[in-house]
């Protein structure tokens, strides 16, 4: 079936600006994460939806971040006010059971 | 403590050599240890993982050694090849938790 889809691609907006993106797991997949890759400091973590259980945010570097994950299914990170430390390579993956996770094909975000 | 750290950042090896891929933690409870690869403008996939209860683990030219005592395990790549070009991550996971700890990635060449 379908692998994880995120969208945009890209996005390219100026400081101060909110984004949001969007990730499309695996159908039936109940764990959702988003990571954030930055040049050469590999894939940090961000947060974590399990089900219905409330999401581990311990990974969101400030209160500008959040997601939700809406019916189970589709998720979205927001970032608000963006600064140009926040560019970086947004990552998205899923999984069924604990271990593998399946990523998506991550949205580059270059703010100006 | 939750570290992974990964060596070398990057590494040129011949087609037809063996490269090496290590990885050392400090937590003792991490009980899963994948490695992921990822080509340029795509996001991670499951290469080849391992628990702690064996040493080594092989499929087709990937190898992973494993070593509890020293906390330490590596990814050997057989026979290398232009196509295995690629970025490398190490992760590892603990029991009872959801989320990987990933290595800052090695960047691999294959010259033909």
């Known amino acids: 079936g379908a692998g994880v889809s995120q969208s945009p691609s890209n996005k390219v907006t100026e400081k101060g600006k909110d984004v949001e993106l969007r990730c499309d797991p695996i159908s039936g997949h109940t764990a959702l994460y988003w990571y954030r890759q930055s040049l050469g400091q590999g894939l940090e973590f961000l947060i974590y939806?399990?089900?219905?259980?409330?999401?581990?945010k311990s990974g969101l570097p400030s209160d500008r971040f959040s997601a939700e994950r809406t019916g189970g299914s589709v998720s979205t990170l927001t970032i608000q006010r963006t600064q140009q430390e926040d560019s970086a390579v947004y990552l998205c993956?899923?999984?069924?059971?604990?271990?593998?996770?399946?990523f998506g094909p991550g949205t580059r975000l270059t703010v100006l | 403590q939750q570290q992974v750290k990964q060596s070398p950042q990057s590494l040129i090896v011949q087609k037809g050599g063996i490269s090496i891929i290590n990885c050392a933690y400090e937590n003792t409870a991490f009980d899963y240890f994948p490695w992921y690869q990822q080509f340029p403008g795509k996001g991670p996939a499951l290469l080849i993982a391992?628990?702690?209860?064996?040493s080594e683990k092989k499929e087709g030219r990937f190898t992973i050694s494993f070593n509890k005592s020293a906390k330490q395990f590596s990814l050997h790549i057989m026979d290398s090849q232009p196509g295995d070009s690629a970025t490398y991550f190490c992760?590892?996971?603990?029991?009872?938790?959801?989320?990987?700890?990933f290595g800052k990635g090695t960047m691999l060449l294959v010259s033909p």
């Open positions: 992760a590892a996971k603990a029991s009872g938790y959801s989320t990987l700890t």
């Open positions: 391992i628990r702690p209860d064996v």
């Open positions: 993956a899923s999984s069924l059971l604990a271990d593998t996770q399946y």
């Open positions: 939806f399990q089900g219905n259980s409330a999401p581990d």
